[in-house]
């Protein structure tokens, strides 16, 4: 089955851009993943899912600050003009036929 | 919008079993989606539990399988969750979540469910 990596944390200055990443493992870096962004104290959010072409579909209501890419076995989240409301846990998601599995999460401070 | 909430006891004792519900607004339970429950230990990441598929169609975590159910009621357009044989690392948030087609795209709120004599 498919494993997602995630750095455990990652630090930008309010108004600047951040870049997250989520690494797939060998075998599947074709594979599809999802963003979800969790503020603390609530439940998961559904930001984005990004495809190994590098093309992205945003859920309702996501900022236009928020934007996904690909390269190899790597998606990424980028977040530009950061605002404090971003400091959060960033997960990433993959799936098969009969399996999901997340990162361990990436918590971002917002400096 | 299809809305989520989760329901169902704050507490378990050890060695009892686990039920929740999660009860599904502003859709129907029988679109060709895949309802799911995710977990999340204090301080900790998420962890998919499972999902069932609205044909009845079911999927777990290998490292559950043994101890889960997950059904669906389509009189009540709710589906619900029963682990069975908890410890005191069963103790988390419990989200219920859909996905249409791919990711997860809409979350319940989560409701804590803790583990103890």
């Known amino acids: 089955q498919p494993v997602v990596t995630q750095s455990s944390s990652a630090s930008a200055s309010l108004g600047s851009s951040v870049k997250l990443t989520c690494t797939l493992s060998s075998g599947h870096s074709s594979y599809i993943i999802a963003w979800h962004q969790q503020q603390p104290g609530k439940a998961p959010r559904y930001l984005m899912k990004?495809?190994?072409?590098?093309?992205?579909n945003k859920g309702s209501g996501v900022p236009d600050r928020f934007s996904g890419s690909s390269a190899g076995a790597d998606r990424y989240l980028t977040i530009s003009n950061l605002q404090f409301e971003d400091e959060a846990d960033y997960y990433c998601?993959?799936?098969?036929?009969?399996?999901?599995?997340f990162g361990g999460g990436t918590k971002l401070s917002v400096l | 919008q299809v809305q989520l909430q989760e329901s169902g006891p704050g507490l378990v004792k050890p060695s009892g079993t686990l039920s929740l519900t999660c009860a599904v607004s502003?859709?129907?339970?029988?679109?060709?989606?895949?309802w799911s429950w995710v977990r999340q230990p204090p301080g900790k990441g998420l962890e998919w539990i499972g999902e069932v598929h609205h044909t009845g169609s079911t999927s777990y975590n290998p490292s559950l399988k043994s101890r889960v159910a997950i059904s669906l009621d389509n009189s009540k357009n709710q589906f619900s969750l029963r682990l069975s044989s908890v410890t005191a690392a069963d103790t988390a948030v419990y989200f219920c979540a859909t996905a249409a087609a791919g990711p997860f795209d809409h979350w319940g709120q989560g409701t804590l469910v803790t583990v103890s004599p």
């Open positions: 502003g859709g129907s339970i029988r679109i060709s989606n895949w």
């Open positions: 990004v495809e190994n072409s590098g093309s992205y």
């Open positions: 998601e993959t799936w098969d036929s009969s399996t999901r599995v």
